[in-house]
């Protein structure tokens, strides 16, 4: 297991986080997301106060790195998403030595149909119950091979875990107490408790990031 220890988030390098987030030879399904160490990922409703800056460089990079983002309706309006998100200095250099596009292509995951429907502008996807990582590249006709980004929230991730869909994922693990929230990590229940192995470790003085697998795997 990779561990690095930093005291700025200067010192997080597309190259040092290219080896702690590698783009694997086939395609990923990773999850991004921030927790308190009491597994809250928002207070007052964001998850800017769990995020320093370590956390937004991270979720950065890791955009950078996505073919596609997927991302929970009531996230896109709590978080205030904007479409087509684009990259400047290192990262734009990196999206583009991945062979990506300049701009990110954001999906909405949302039942409520209707046409525009709630998200003007933006992808929306209906997910299956027995939604895998496959099933994810085949709908959102990306080639082989790609990185699909779920970008939360709780209750998208919950239903991927569920499915089992989930090849990796980057936590933040804030060191925050938050006390009784309103968006826990882990928003329903899972048939048997899911063990995760952490395959790389970024840590500071406020926060560890990991990157998690699923133990079997
Ligand atoms: N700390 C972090 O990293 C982080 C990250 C993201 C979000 N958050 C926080 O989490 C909160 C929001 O998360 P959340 O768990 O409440 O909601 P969410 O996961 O963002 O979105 C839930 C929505 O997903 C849609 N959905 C459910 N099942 C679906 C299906 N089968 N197919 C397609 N869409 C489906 C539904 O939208 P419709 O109702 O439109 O059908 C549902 O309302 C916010 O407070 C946000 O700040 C924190």
């Given at each position: 297991m990779l561990v690095t220890a930093i005291s700025s988030p200067e010192e997080l390098t597309v190259e040092l986080l290219s080896?702690?987030?590698?783009?694997?030879?086939?395609?990923?399904?990773?999850?991004?997301?921030?927790?308190?160490?009491?597994?809250?990922?928002?207070?007052?409703?964001?998850?800017g106060p769990l995020s320093g800056g370590s956390d937004r460089r991270i979720f950065h990079f890791l955009r950078a790195g996505a073919s596609a983002v997927i991302v929970g309706a009531r996230t896109v309006l709590a978080e205030g998403y904007r479409k087509d998100p684009s990259f400047t200095g290192d990262l734009a250099e990196y999206r583009n030595h991945c062979g990506l596009p300049e701009t990110l292509r954001i999906v909405v995951a949302s039942r409520s149909g209707g046409d525009p429907g709630p998200f003007p502008g933006f992808e929306r996807i209906v997910l299956r119950p027995d939604t895998t990582r496959s099933r994810l590249l085949e709908r959102l006709e990306l080639e082989d091979?790609?990185?699909?980004?779920?970008?939360?929230?709780?209750?998208?991730?919950?239903?991927?875990?569920?499915?089992?869909?989930?090849?990796?994922?980057?936590?933040?693990?804030?060191?925050t107490l938050v006390g009784a929230?309103?968006?826990?990590?882990?928003?329903?229940?899972?048939?048997?408790?899911?063990?995760?192995a952490a395959a790389s470790a970024i840590v500071t003085a406020e926060a560890a990031h990991l990157r998690l697998v699923p133990r079997s795997s």
């Open positions: 080896r702690q987030y590698p783009r694997a030879a086939g395609s990923l399904l990773r999850a991004s997301m921030v927790t308190s160490i009491d597994g809250m990922t928002s207070v007052a409703g964001r998850s091979p790609a990185v699909i980004l779920c970008e939360g929230g709780p209750s998208l991730l919950h239903r991927l875990t569920q499915s089992r869909a989930v090849d990796e994922y980057c936590i933040t693990l804030a060191f929230g309103d968006a826990p990590l882990s928003p329903g229940s899972l048939v048997a408790p899911y063990p995760l």
